[in-house]
Protein backbone atom coordinates (compact mmCIF):
# COMPACT_ATOMS: atom_id res chain seq x y z
CA UNK A 1 0.00 0.00 0.00
CA UNK A 2 2.68 2.46 1.03
CA UNK A 3 4.47 1.68 -2.74
CA UNK A 4 1.07 2.48 -4.47
CA UNK A 5 0.69 5.31 -2.10
CA UNK A 6 4.38 7.09 -4.16
CA UNK A 7 2.99 5.94 -7.45
CA UNK A 8 2.88 9.64 -9.59
CA UNK A 9 1.72 10.77 -12.74
CA UNK A 10 5.02 9.63 -14.47
CA UNK A 11 4.48 5.80 -13.22
CA UNK A 12 1.28 6.08 -14.80
CA UNK A 13 2.61 6.83 -18.32
CA UNK A 14 5.21 3.88 -17.87
CA UNK A 15 2.61 2.02 -16.75
CA UNK A 16 0.13 3.47 -20.16
CA UNK A 17 3.40 2.55 -22.19
CA UNK A 18 3.34 -0.99 -21.30
CA UNK A 19 -0.27 -2.15 -22.04
CA UNK A 20 -0.11 -0.51 -25.23
CA UNK A 21 3.77 -2.64 -25.55
CA UNK A 22 1.57 -5.68 -24.64
CA UNK A 23 -0.91 -5.20 -26.72
CA UNK A 24 1.16 -4.75 -29.28
CA UNK A 25 3.03 -7.84 -28.60
CA UNK A 26 -0.15 -9.73 -28.24
CA UNK A 27 -1.28 -8.62 -31.83
CA UNK A 28 1.73 -8.26 -33.92
CA UNK A 29 2.25 -12.15 -32.74
CA UNK A 30 -1.08 -13.28 -33.41
CA UNK A 31 -0.57 -11.68 -37.24
CA UNK A 32 2.36 -13.06 -38.17
CA UNK A 33 1.65 -16.76 -36.93
CA UNK A 34 -1.33 -16.28 -39.01
CA UNK A 35 0.02 -14.49 -42.03
CA UNK A 36 -2.78 -11.84 -41.76
CA UNK A 37 -4.94 -14.23 -43.37
CA UNK A 38 -7.90 -15.49 -42.24
CA UNK A 39 -6.69 -17.50 -39.51
CA UNK A 40 -6.35 -14.00 -37.81
CA UNK A 41 -9.60 -12.23 -38.40
CA UNK A 42 -11.37 -15.78 -37.10
CA UNK A 43 -9.67 -15.17 -33.90
CA UNK A 44 -10.11 -11.57 -33.43
CA UNK A 45 -13.40 -10.97 -32.09
CA UNK A 46 -11.99 -13.46 -29.31
CA UNK A 47 -9.23 -11.99 -28.43
CA UNK A 48 -10.58 -8.91 -28.29
CA UNK A 49 -12.72 -9.90 -25.34
CA UNK A 50 -9.91 -11.62 -23.69
CA UNK A 51 -7.34 -9.31 -24.13
CA UNK A 52 -8.42 -6.86 -21.90
CA UNK A 53 -7.87 -8.85 -18.82
CA UNK A 54 -4.80 -10.45 -19.78
CA UNK A 55 -3.85 -6.58 -19.88
CA UNK A 56 -4.90 -6.04 -16.62
CA UNK A 57 -2.93 -8.87 -15.33
CA UNK A 58 0.20 -7.59 -17.51
CA UNK A 59 -0.07 -4.51 -15.56
CA UNK A 60 -0.05 -6.62 -12.17
CA UNK A 61 2.99 -8.17 -13.23
CA UNK A 62 5.56 -5.02 -14.54
CA UNK A 63 4.39 -2.98 -10.81
CA UNK A 64 5.62 -6.77 -9.12
CA UNK A 65 8.92 -6.62 -11.26
CA UNK A 66 9.54 -2.89 -10.51
CA UNK A 67 9.07 -2.11 -14.02
CA UNK A 68 6.68 0.81 -13.34
CA UNK A 69 8.85 2.56 -10.61
CA UNK A 70 12.14 2.32 -12.35
CA UNK A 71 13.52 5.59 -14.08
CA UNK A 72 14.44 5.11 -17.26
CA UNK A 73 17.04 7.63 -17.31
CA UNK A 74 18.95 4.69 -15.07
CA UNK A 75 17.74 1.36 -16.77
CA UNK A 76 20.62 -1.47 -16.75
CA UNK A 77 21.27 -5.09 -16.75
CA UNK A 78 18.91 -5.54 -13.57
CA UNK A 79 16.00 -3.51 -15.34
CA UNK A 80 16.88 -5.74 -18.35
CA UNK A 81 16.40 -9.09 -16.38
CA UNK A 82 12.88 -7.63 -15.35
CA UNK A 83 11.99 -7.05 -18.38
CA UNK A 84 12.25 -10.70 -19.71
CA UNK A 85 10.96 -11.80 -15.98
CA UNK A 86 8.00 -9.97 -16.76
CA UNK A 87 7.91 -11.27 -20.37
CA UNK A 88 7.87 -14.38 -19.50
CA UNK A 89 5.25 -14.29 -16.23
CA UNK A 90 3.03 -13.21 -18.98
CA UNK A 91 4.32 -16.15 -21.69
CA UNK A 92 3.46 -18.46 -19.04
CA UNK A 93 -0.07 -16.72 -18.73
CA UNK A 94 -0.96 -17.12 -21.90
CA UNK A 95 -0.01 -20.97 -21.90
CA UNK A 96 -2.33 -21.54 -19.33
CA UNK A 97 -5.36 -19.22 -20.62
CA UNK A 98 -4.70 -21.01 -23.81
CA UNK A 99 -4.84 -24.73 -22.74
CA UNK A 100 -6.99 -24.45 -19.72
CA UNK A 101 -9.43 -21.74 -20.47
CA UNK A 102 -9.77 -20.69 -24.00
CA UNK A 103 -9.48 -24.05 -26.21
CA UNK A 104 -11.62 -26.33 -24.39
CA UNK A 105 -14.56 -23.99 -24.64
CA UNK A 106 -13.81 -23.55 -28.16
CA UNK A 107 -13.43 -26.97 -28.68
CA UNK A 108 -10.08 -26.87 -30.71
CA UNK A 109 -6.90 -28.41 -29.91
CA UNK A 110 -5.49 -24.74 -29.53
CA UNK A 111 -6.37 -21.01 -30.30
CA UNK A 112 -2.97 -19.31 -29.78
CA UNK A 113 -0.56 -21.79 -30.33
CA UNK A 114 2.75 -22.87 -29.59
CA UNK A 115 4.23 -20.80 -32.31
CA UNK A 116 2.53 -17.49 -31.36
CA UNK A 117 3.52 -17.77 -27.71
CA UNK A 118 7.18 -18.09 -28.49
CA UNK A 119 6.46 -15.13 -30.73
CA UNK A 120 4.54 -13.14 -28.33
CA UNK A 121 7.71 -13.75 -26.24
CA UNK A 122 10.51 -12.28 -28.12
CA UNK A 123 8.15 -9.67 -29.29
CA UNK A 124 7.23 -8.53 -25.37
CA UNK A 125 10.97 -8.43 -24.18
CA UNK A 126 11.79 -6.20 -27.21
CA UNK A 127 8.93 -3.72 -26.86
CA UNK A 128 8.85 -3.33 -23.29
CA UNK A 129 12.97 -2.65 -24.00
CA UNK A 130 13.25 -0.45 -27.24
CA UNK A 131 11.93 2.71 -25.52
CA UNK A 132 13.37 2.04 -22.01
CA UNK A 133 17.04 1.74 -23.63
CA UNK A 134 16.88 4.38 -26.73
CA UNK A 135 15.44 6.61 -23.81
CA UNK A 136 18.80 5.60 -22.10
CA UNK A 137 20.92 6.22 -24.48
CA UNK A 138 19.90 9.37 -25.71
CA UNK A 139 20.30 10.49 -21.52
CA UNK A 140 23.50 9.08 -21.98
CA UNK A 141 24.64 10.83 -25.41
CA UNK A 142 23.45 13.76 -23.80
CA UNK A 143 25.20 13.82 -20.62
CA UNK A 144 28.43 12.88 -22.07
CA UNK A 145 28.40 15.32 -24.71
CA UNK A 146 27.93 18.53 -22.20
CA UNK A 147 30.43 17.25 -20.23
CA UNK A 148 32.80 17.01 -22.90
CA UNK A 149 31.87 21.11 -23.82
CA UNK A 150 30.78 22.14 -21.04
CA UNK A 151 34.49 23.72 -19.47
CA UNK A 152 35.60 19.70 -18.74
CA UNK A 153 39.02 19.05 -17.99
CA UNK A 154 40.70 16.57 -19.97
CA UNK A 155 41.64 14.30 -16.81
CA UNK A 156 43.50 11.34 -15.95
CA UNK A 157 41.85 8.57 -13.88
CA UNK A 158 44.02 6.51 -11.50
CA UNK A 159 43.04 3.45 -9.86
CA UNK A 160 41.32 0.07 -10.83
CA UNK A 161 38.35 -0.65 -13.27
CA UNK A 162 35.68 -1.17 -10.35
CA UNK A 163 36.48 2.10 -8.87
CA UNK A 164 36.59 3.97 -12.08
CA UNK A 165 33.45 2.33 -13.49
CA UNK A 166 31.66 4.11 -10.59
CA UNK A 167 33.61 7.58 -11.31
CA UNK A 168 32.17 6.76 -15.31
CA UNK A 169 28.68 6.33 -13.79
CA UNK A 170 28.61 9.42 -11.79
CA UNK A 171 29.81 11.56 -14.51
CA UNK A 172 27.01 9.99 -17.00
CA UNK A 173 24.81 10.96 -14.89
CA UNK A 174 25.40 14.34 -14.12
CA UNK A 175 26.25 13.88 -10.18
CA UNK A 176 30.32 14.84 -11.55
CA UNK A 177 30.79 17.65 -13.58
CA UNK A 178 33.66 19.09 -15.51
CA UNK A 179 35.75 16.46 -16.13
CA UNK A 180 36.04 14.73 -18.80
CA UNK A 181 38.39 11.24 -18.50
CA UNK A 182 40.52 10.35 -21.52
CA UNK A 183 42.53 7.44 -19.80
CA UNK A 184 42.70 5.27 -16.95
CA UNK A 185 46.01 3.99 -15.08
CA UNK A 186 45.71 0.78 -13.08
CA UNK A 187 47.54 -1.25 -10.54
CA UNK A 188 45.89 -4.36 -11.76
CA UNK A 189 47.34 -5.68 -14.60
CA UNK A 190 44.43 -7.85 -15.27
CA UNK A 191 42.94 -3.93 -16.79
CA UNK A 192 45.58 -3.11 -18.84
CA UNK A 193 44.45 -2.81 -22.69
CA UNK A 194 40.46 -2.95 -21.77
CA UNK A 195 38.26 -0.31 -22.10
CA UNK A 196 36.03 0.32 -18.74
CA UNK A 197 32.98 2.20 -20.22
CA UNK A 198 34.84 3.67 -23.73
CA UNK A 199 37.74 4.83 -21.86
CA UNK A 200 40.81 3.42 -21.98
CA UNK A 201 43.17 1.66 -19.78
CA UNK A 202 46.71 3.03 -20.67
CA UNK A 203 48.71 1.52 -18.46
CA UNK A 204 50.35 0.65 -14.92
CA UNK A 205 50.24 4.20 -12.45
CA UNK A 206 54.24 4.20 -13.11
CA UNK A 207 53.29 5.08 -16.56
CA UNK A 208 52.00 8.79 -15.33
CA UNK A 209 54.32 10.69 -16.56
CA UNK A 210 54.86 9.12 -20.28
CA UNK A 211 51.15 9.01 -20.45
CA UNK A 212 50.79 12.89 -19.79
CA UNK A 213 53.66 13.73 -22.16
CA UNK A 214 52.21 11.59 -25.04
CA UNK A 215 49.01 13.64 -24.56
CA UNK A 216 50.94 16.85 -24.32
CA UNK A 217 52.48 15.72 -27.78
CA UNK A 218 49.42 15.34 -29.15
CA UNK A 219 48.11 18.77 -28.74
CA UNK A 220 45.50 17.17 -26.18
CA UNK A 221 47.02 18.39 -23.17
CA UNK A 222 45.61 16.86 -19.95
CA UNK A 223 45.33 19.27 -17.11
CA UNK A 224 43.71 16.88 -14.22
CA UNK A 225 44.59 13.89 -12.35
CA UNK A 226 41.44 11.94 -10.29
CA UNK A 227 42.95 9.22 -7.10
CA UNK A 228 39.77 6.84 -6.45
CA UNK A 229 39.94 4.80 -3.56
CA UNK A 230 42.24 1.67 -4.87
CA UNK A 231 44.57 4.29 -5.69
CA UNK A 232 45.55 5.14 -2.28
CA UNK A 233 46.39 1.58 -1.33
CA UNK A 234 50.44 1.14 -0.23
CA UNK A 235 50.94 -0.72 -3.29
CA UNK A 236 49.65 1.73 -5.34
CA UNK A 237 52.34 3.97 -3.92
CA UNK A 238 50.16 7.14 -3.78
CA UNK A 239 52.62 9.02 -2.41
CA UNK A 240 54.57 8.95 -5.76
CA UNK A 241 51.93 9.30 -7.49
CA UNK A 242 51.00 12.83 -5.80
CA UNK A 243 54.22 14.31 -5.83
CA UNK A 244 54.75 13.11 -9.58
CA UNK A 245 51.65 14.94 -10.50
CA UNK A 246 52.66 18.04 -8.97
CA UNK A 247 55.96 18.30 -10.59
CA UNK A 248 54.03 18.12 -13.68
CA UNK A 249 51.43 20.93 -12.52
CA UNK A 250 48.64 18.84 -13.02
CA UNK A 251 45.58 19.60 -10.37
CA UNK A 252 44.92 16.63 -8.21
CA UNK A 253 41.44 15.21 -6.86
CA UNK A 254 40.79 12.31 -5.36
CA UNK A 255 36.70 10.14 -5.27
CA UNK A 256 36.07 9.30 -1.47
CA UNK A 257 34.90 5.88 -0.94
CA UNK A 258 30.68 5.44 -2.12
CA UNK A 259 30.24 2.70 0.66
CA UNK A 260 30.35 5.01 3.47
CA UNK A 261 27.18 6.79 2.28
CA UNK A 262 29.31 9.77 0.32
CA UNK A 263 27.56 10.99 -3.34
CA UNK A 264 29.62 10.90 -5.96
CA UNK A 265 31.82 13.92 -5.32
CA UNK A 266 35.49 15.23 -6.17
CA UNK A 267 37.51 16.21 -3.19
CA UNK A 268 40.77 17.66 -3.18
CA UNK A 269 43.82 15.42 -1.59
CA UNK A 270 44.41 15.91 1.53
CA UNK A 271 48.08 14.68 3.19
CA UNK A 272 46.29 12.75 5.88
CA UNK A 273 45.04 10.53 3.05
CA UNK A 274 48.19 9.15 2.54
CA UNK A 275 49.48 8.56 6.38
CA UNK A 276 47.98 5.56 7.10
CA UNK A 277 47.17 1.79 6.98
CA UNK A 278 44.16 0.60 4.43
CA UNK A 279 41.01 1.76 6.71
CA UNK A 280 38.77 -1.35 7.95
CA UNK A 281 36.07 -2.76 6.59
CA UNK A 282 33.26 -1.42 7.81
CA UNK A 283 29.65 -2.99 7.90
CA UNK A 284 27.39 -0.09 6.58
CA UNK A 285 24.61 -2.19 6.97
CA UNK A 286 25.33 -2.68 10.49
CA UNK A 287 25.85 0.93 11.05
CA UNK A 288 22.19 1.99 9.28
CA UNK A 289 20.31 -0.48 11.52
CA UNK A 290 21.89 0.95 15.10
CA UNK A 291 20.73 4.45 13.75
CA UNK A 292 17.64 4.32 11.51
CA UNK A 293 14.62 5.79 12.89
CA UNK A 294 16.50 6.69 15.89
CA UNK A 295 16.39 9.60 18.29
CA UNK A 296 20.64 10.55 19.22
CA UNK A 297 22.06 12.61 21.36
CA UNK A 298 25.64 14.05 20.53
CA UNK A 299 27.44 16.59 23.28
CA UNK A 300 30.32 18.22 22.04
CA UNK A 301 29.07 17.98 18.51
CA UNK A 302 30.93 21.45 17.87
CA UNK A 303 34.10 19.42 17.98
CA UNK A 304 35.77 17.00 15.57
CA UNK A 305 35.24 14.16 16.73
CA UNK A 306 31.14 15.15 17.97
CA UNK A 307 30.51 16.81 14.33
CA UNK A 308 31.70 13.48 12.31
CA UNK A 309 29.34 11.44 14.86
CA UNK A 310 26.73 13.75 14.15
CA UNK A 311 27.41 13.62 10.25
CA UNK A 312 27.52 9.75 10.62
CA UNK A 313 24.15 9.06 12.18
CA UNK A 314 22.33 11.33 10.26
CA UNK A 315 24.11 9.69 6.62
CA UNK A 316 22.75 6.37 8.74
CA UNK A 317 19.13 7.46 8.41
CA UNK A 318 18.40 8.86 12.52
CA UNK A 319 14.96 10.72 12.70
CA UNK A 320 15.92 13.04 15.25
CA UNK A 321 18.80 14.58 16.52
CA UNK A 322 19.85 17.15 19.10
CA UNK A 323 23.63 18.49 19.37
CA UNK A 324 25.03 19.76 22.69
CA UNK A 325 28.01 22.01 22.50
CA UNK A 326 29.06 24.71 24.35
CA UNK A 327 30.66 26.53 21.88
CA UNK A 328 28.21 29.32 20.40
CA UNK A 329 30.50 29.49 17.45
CA UNK A 330 30.93 25.68 16.84
CA UNK A 331 27.59 24.79 17.42
CA UNK A 332 26.08 27.01 14.70
CA UNK A 333 29.18 25.79 12.12
CA UNK A 334 27.57 22.24 13.07
CA UNK A 335 24.42 23.13 12.55
CA UNK A 336 24.70 24.78 9.89
CA UNK A 337 26.77 21.76 8.00
CA UNK A 338 24.12 19.65 8.92
CA UNK A 339 21.14 21.50 7.14
CA UNK A 340 23.04 21.73 4.22
CA UNK A 341 22.97 17.71 3.73
CA UNK A 342 19.07 17.97 3.01
CA UNK A 343 18.14 15.12 5.39
CA UNK A 344 15.07 14.39 6.39
CA UNK A 345 16.20 14.32 9.92
CA UNK A 346 14.87 17.11 12.43
CA UNK A 347 18.16 18.37 13.71
CA UNK A 348 18.34 20.56 17.12
CA UNK A 349 21.26 22.34 18.42
CA UNK A 350 21.29 23.26 22.24
CA UNK A 351 24.11 25.52 24.15
CA UNK A 352 24.85 23.32 27.27
CA UNK A 353 27.95 22.63 29.40
CA UNK A 354 27.88 18.92 30.66
CA UNK A 355 28.50 20.60 34.02
CA UNK A 356 25.57 21.66 34.71
CA UNK A 357 23.67 18.99 35.61
CA UNK A 358 20.39 19.75 35.70
CA UNK A 359 20.54 21.27 32.34
CA UNK A 360 21.54 18.29 30.78
CA UNK A 361 19.45 16.81 32.43
CA UNK A 362 15.94 18.48 31.40
CA UNK A 363 17.74 18.65 27.65
CA UNK A 364 17.89 14.17 27.72
CA UNK A 365 14.44 14.31 29.68
CA UNK A 366 12.46 16.52 26.98
CA UNK A 367 14.33 14.68 24.09
CA UNK A 368 14.19 11.38 24.75
CA UNK A 369 16.61 9.98 23.21
CA UNK A 370 17.60 6.50 22.02
CA UNK A 371 21.66 6.73 21.85
CA UNK A 372 23.59 9.26 23.26
CA UNK A 373 27.28 9.94 22.48
CA UNK A 374 29.26 11.49 24.90
CA UNK A 375 32.53 13.49 23.13
CA UNK A 376 32.14 16.61 25.09
CA UNK A 377 35.82 16.86 26.88
CA UNK A 378 38.82 18.59 27.69
CA UNK A 379 41.59 16.81 26.03
CA UNK A 380 44.75 18.45 25.08
CA UNK A 381 47.54 17.03 27.68
CA UNK A 382 49.54 20.62 28.33
CA UNK A 383 46.78 22.44 29.10
CA UNK A 384 45.23 20.17 31.66
CA UNK A 385 48.38 19.18 33.20
CA UNK A 386 48.22 23.02 34.20
CA UNK A 387 44.28 23.33 34.73
CA UNK A 388 44.10 19.67 35.67
CA UNK A 389 40.75 20.46 38.53
CA UNK A 390 38.72 21.84 35.56
CA UNK A 391 39.13 18.69 33.39
CA UNK A 392 38.11 16.61 36.66
CA UNK A 393 35.13 19.09 36.55
CA UNK A 394 34.43 18.71 32.98
CA UNK A 395 35.90 14.70 32.25
CA UNK A 396 34.55 13.74 35.85
CA UNK A 397 31.73 15.55 37.21
CA UNK A 398 30.53 16.28 33.10
CA UNK A 399 30.47 12.78 32.16
CA UNK A 400 28.72 11.48 35.06
CA UNK A 401 26.06 14.20 34.40
CA UNK A 402 25.46 12.80 31.09
CA UNK A 403 25.30 9.20 32.05
CA UNK A 404 23.25 9.88 34.51
CA UNK A 405 20.54 11.52 32.53
CA UNK A 406 21.13 9.36 29.64
CA UNK A 407 19.99 6.78 31.85
CA UNK A 408 16.84 8.47 33.46
CA UNK A 409 15.71 9.51 30.03
CA UNK A 410 15.64 5.67 29.12
CA UNK A 411 18.41 5.86 26.36
CA UNK A 412 19.09 2.26 24.79
CA UNK A 413 22.97 2.76 25.24
CA UNK A 414 25.18 5.76 26.17
CA UNK A 415 28.62 5.83 24.52
CA UNK A 416 31.68 7.77 25.63
CA UNK A 417 34.73 8.52 23.85
CA UNK A 418 37.56 8.05 25.27
CA UNK A 419 41.58 7.81 24.59
CA UNK A 420 44.65 5.32 25.03
CA UNK A 421 46.06 7.87 27.45
CA UNK A 422 43.39 6.24 29.80
CA UNK A 423 44.95 2.91 29.73
CA UNK A 424 48.28 3.17 32.88
CA UNK A 425 47.84 6.87 33.14
CA UNK A 426 50.20 9.61 33.20
CA UNK A 427 48.58 12.44 32.77
CA UNK A 428 45.89 14.17 34.02
CA UNK A 429 43.56 13.39 30.35
CA UNK A 430 44.36 10.06 30.87
CA UNK A 431 43.49 9.95 34.45
CA UNK A 432 40.40 11.73 34.31
CA UNK A 433 38.79 9.76 31.38
CA UNK A 434 39.85 6.27 32.75
CA UNK A 435 37.81 7.53 36.32
CA UNK A 436 34.66 8.39 33.86
CA UNK A 437 35.59 4.93 32.11
CA UNK A 438 35.40 3.38 35.55
CA UNK A 439 31.77 5.14 36.78
CA UNK A 440 29.96 4.19 33.07
CA UNK A 441 31.30 0.44 33.87
CA UNK A 442 30.10 0.61 37.32
CA UNK A 443 26.51 1.75 36.20
CA UNK A 444 26.32 -0.47 33.14
CA UNK A 445 26.85 -3.32 35.99
CA UNK A 446 24.34 -2.12 38.17
CA UNK A 447 21.82 -2.31 35.05
CA UNK A 448 22.74 -5.98 34.54
CA UNK A 449 22.13 -6.81 38.26
CA UNK A 450 18.51 -4.57 38.23
CA UNK A 451 16.67 -5.39 34.58
CA UNK A 452 16.64 -8.00 31.71
CA UNK A 453 19.55 -8.50 29.90
CA UNK A 454 17.25 -7.70 26.83
CA UNK A 455 15.92 -4.25 28.32
CA UNK A 456 18.88 -2.41 30.44
CA UNK A 457 20.82 0.52 28.78
CA UNK A 458 24.03 -0.23 27.70
CA UNK A 459 26.81 2.32 29.16
CA UNK A 460 30.35 1.64 27.11
CA UNK A 461 33.35 4.00 26.53
CA UNK A 462 35.52 3.43 23.24
CA UNK A 463 39.32 4.17 23.49
CA UNK A 464 41.10 5.29 20.20
CA UNK A 465 44.28 7.31 19.90
CA UNK A 466 44.96 10.34 17.85
CA UNK A 467 42.99 11.58 14.97
CA UNK A 468 44.05 13.10 11.87
CA UNK A 469 43.05 16.62 11.46
CA UNK A 470 41.19 17.09 14.66
CA UNK A 471 41.17 20.49 16.12
CA UNK A 472 44.75 20.76 18.05
CA UNK A 473 45.98 17.63 16.33
CA UNK A 474 49.65 17.58 14.88
CA UNK A 475 49.08 17.01 11.26
CA UNK A 476 47.16 20.40 11.37
CA UNK A 477 50.12 21.74 13.21
CA UNK A 478 52.84 20.57 10.83
CA UNK A 479 50.65 21.94 7.76
CA UNK A 480 50.94 25.19 9.12
CA UNK A 481 54.58 25.01 9.84
CA UNK A 482 55.79 24.22 6.94
CA UNK A 483 53.28 26.82 4.72
CA UNK A 484 55.32 29.44 7.07
CA UNK A 485 58.63 27.75 5.89
CA UNK A 486 59.41 25.99 8.82
CA UNK A 487 60.54 25.18 11.62
CA UNK A 488 58.38 22.03 12.25
CA UNK A 489 58.74 21.15 15.74
CA UNK A 490 58.50 17.19 17.40
CA UNK A 491 58.69 17.06 21.22
CA UNK A 492 61.32 13.95 20.96
CA UNK A 493 62.84 11.96 18.04
CA UNK A 494 61.75 8.61 19.29
CA UNK A 495 57.63 10.20 20.48
CA UNK A 496 55.07 7.23 18.63
CA UNK A 497 51.61 7.90 18.05
CA UNK A 498 49.13 5.89 16.45
CA UNK A 499 46.86 7.85 13.97
CA UNK A 500 43.34 7.18 12.53
CA UNK A 501 40.67 9.23 10.27
CA UNK A 502 37.73 10.81 11.64
CA UNK A 503 35.55 8.78 9.63
CA UNK A 504 36.91 5.51 10.40
CA UNK A 505 36.81 6.53 14.15
CA UNK A 506 33.31 7.16 14.04
CA UNK A 507 32.56 4.82 12.29
CA UNK A 508 34.65 1.88 14.65
CA UNK A 509 32.73 3.46 17.17
CA UNK A 510 29.27 3.11 16.33
CA UNK A 511 30.50 -0.70 15.10
CA UNK A 512 30.85 -1.07 19.21
CA UNK A 513 27.77 0.21 19.95
CA UNK A 514 26.03 -2.43 17.51
CA UNK A 515 28.53 -4.94 19.34
CA UNK A 516 26.98 -3.67 23.03
CA UNK A 517 23.75 -3.86 21.69
CA UNK A 518 23.83 -7.02 20.44
CA UNK A 519 20.73 -9.86 21.20
CA UNK A 520 22.77 -11.70 23.46
CA UNK A 521 24.22 -8.55 25.58
CA UNK A 522 27.90 -8.54 26.18
CA UNK A 523 29.62 -8.37 29.56
CA UNK A 524 32.71 -6.21 28.07
CA UNK A 525 31.99 -2.29 28.42
CA UNK A 526 35.57 -0.81 27.18
CA UNK A 527 36.05 -1.38 24.03
CA UNK A 528 39.34 -0.49 21.77
CA UNK A 529 39.74 0.27 18.12
CA UNK A 530 42.03 -1.20 15.95
CA UNK A 531 44.85 1.84 15.38
CA UNK A 532 47.21 -0.35 13.19
CA UNK A 533 50.88 0.41 13.60
CA UNK A 534 52.54 3.37 15.33
CA UNK A 535 53.79 6.32 13.83
CA UNK A 536 57.12 7.86 15.00
CA UNK A 537 56.07 11.35 14.77
CA UNK A 538 59.77 12.79 13.59
CA UNK A 539 59.03 10.59 10.46
CA UNK A 540 55.39 11.44 9.82
CA UNK A 541 56.86 15.21 9.98
CA UNK A 542 59.61 14.49 7.38
CA UNK A 543 56.76 12.49 5.09
CA UNK A 544 54.79 15.46 5.11
CA UNK A 545 57.49 17.93 4.32
CA UNK A 546 58.28 15.84 1.21
CA UNK A 547 55.20 15.05 0.39
CA UNK A 548 54.98 19.26 0.20
CA UNK A 549 57.58 19.14 -2.40
CA UNK A 550 60.24 20.34 0.00
CA UNK A 551 63.83 18.45 1.48
CA UNK A 552 63.44 17.53 5.35
CA UNK A 553 66.65 19.43 7.03
CA UNK A 554 67.32 21.39 3.96
CA UNK A 555 64.25 23.28 3.30
CA UNK A 556 62.33 23.37 6.34
CA UNK A 557 64.10 22.01 9.51
CA UNK A 558 62.77 20.06 12.67
CA UNK A 559 63.51 20.86 15.61
CA UNK A 560 62.87 19.33 18.89
CA UNK A 561 61.40 20.85 21.48
CA UNK A 562 61.18 18.01 24.67
CA UNK A 563 58.66 15.94 25.63
CA UNK A 564 55.69 18.55 27.56
CA UNK A 565 53.89 17.51 31.17
CA UNK A 566 51.78 14.78 30.74
CA UNK A 567 53.51 13.02 27.76
CA UNK A 568 55.07 9.22 27.47
CA UNK A 569 56.83 8.33 24.11
CA UNK A 570 54.63 5.29 23.40
CA UNK A 571 51.15 4.96 23.78
CA UNK A 572 49.72 1.56 25.09
CA UNK A 573 46.30 -0.01 23.81
CA UNK A 574 45.87 -2.17 26.67
CA UNK A 575 46.88 -2.52 30.54
CA UNK A 576 49.27 -5.04 31.70
CA UNK A 577 46.67 -6.26 34.57
CA UNK A 578 43.24 -5.45 31.64
CA UNK A 579 43.60 -8.98 29.24
CA UNK A 580 42.71 -8.06 25.45
CA UNK A 581 38.86 -9.59 24.25
CA UNK A 582 38.20 -10.95 20.76
CA UNK A 583 35.03 -10.07 20.22
CA UNK A 584 34.76 -10.95 16.20
CA UNK A 585 34.15 -7.59 14.83
CA UNK A 586 36.80 -6.23 12.46
CA UNK A 587 39.10 -2.88 13.42
CA UNK A 588 37.09 -3.37 17.24
CA UNK A 589 38.40 -5.23 20.56
CA UNK A 590 37.43 -5.08 23.80
CA UNK A 591 38.93 -4.83 27.35
CA UNK A 592 38.08 -6.03 31.06
CA UNK A 593 40.01 -3.88 33.54
CA UNK A 594 39.56 -3.24 37.12
CA UNK A 595 36.02 -2.44 37.72
CA UNK A 596 35.55 -0.39 41.72
CA UNK A 597 31.77 -0.84 43.07
CA UNK A 598 29.71 2.06 42.64
CA UNK A 599 29.42 2.03 46.53
CA UNK A 600 33.75 2.99 46.33
CA UNK A 601 32.85 5.26 43.33
CA UNK A 602 30.20 7.01 45.07
CA UNK A 603 32.52 8.05 48.04
CA UNK A 604 35.46 8.67 45.56
CA UNK A 605 33.15 11.04 44.11
CA UNK A 606 32.02 12.48 47.40
CA UNK A 607 35.61 13.37 48.32
CA UNK A 608 36.18 14.65 45.20
CA UNK A 609 33.13 17.08 45.19
CA UNK A 610 33.59 18.20 48.29
CA UNK A 611 37.85 18.55 47.58
CA UNK A 612 37.37 20.55 44.46
CA UNK A 613 34.66 23.19 46.31
CA UNK A 614 37.56 23.59 48.91
CA UNK A 615 40.02 24.45 46.08
CA UNK A 616 42.04 21.22 48.17
CA UNK A 617 44.60 20.05 45.45
CA UNK A 618 46.22 17.46 47.78
CA UNK A 619 42.96 15.57 48.64
CA UNK A 620 42.03 15.81 44.92
CA UNK A 621 45.59 14.08 44.19
CA UNK A 622 44.97 11.92 46.77
CA UNK A 623 41.37 10.60 45.83
CA UNK A 624 42.84 10.29 42.13
CA UNK A 625 45.93 8.10 43.00
CA UNK A 626 43.48 6.08 45.64
CA UNK A 627 40.94 5.28 42.46
CA UNK A 628 43.70 5.17 40.09
CA UNK A 629 46.62 3.54 41.65
CA UNK A 630 48.80 2.98 38.49
CA UNK A 631 48.85 6.88 38.05
CA UNK A 632 52.02 8.47 37.52
CA UNK A 633 51.53 11.75 36.44
CA UNK A 634 53.81 14.71 36.88
CA UNK A 635 50.28 17.21 37.34
CA UNK A 636 50.75 19.58 39.96
Not at 278 to 303: H, M, Q, W
Not at 589 to 604: D, F, G, I, V, Y
Request: net charge neutral; aromatic share 8%; charged share 20%.
Amino acid sequence: MTRLSHLTSRNLMIAAHDVLATALAVFVAFYLRFEGGAGFYDRLPLLLRILPYFLLFSVVACYVFNLTTTKWRFISLPDALNIVRVATVLTLALVVLDYIFVSPSTGTTFFIGRVTIVLYWFLEVSFLSALRFAYRYFRYTRVRRHARIDDASPTLLIGNAADAEILLRGIESGAVKRIWPVGLLSPSSADRGQLIRNIPVLGGIDDIEDVIGDFARRGRPISRVVMTPSAFIPEAHPEAVLMRAKRLGLIVSRLPSLESGDTPRLTAVAVEDLLLRPSENIDYARLEALAKGKAVIVTGGGGSIGAEICDRVVTFGAARLLVIENSEPALYAVTEALAAQGSSALIEGRIADIRDRERIQRLMNEFKPDLVFHAAALKHVPILERDWSEGVKTNIFGSINVADAALSAGAEAMVMISTDKAIEPVSMLGLTKRFAEMYCQALDHEQVSRLESASRMRLISVRFGNVLASNGSVVPKFKAQIEAGGPVTVTHPDMVRYFMTIREACDLVMTAVTHALAAMRPSVSVYVLNMGQPVKIVELAERMIRLSGLQPGYDIEIVFTGMRPGERLNEILFASEEPAVEIGVAGVMAAKPNEPSMQTLRKWIAGLEQAIARDDLVTIKAVLKDAVPEFGSSAA
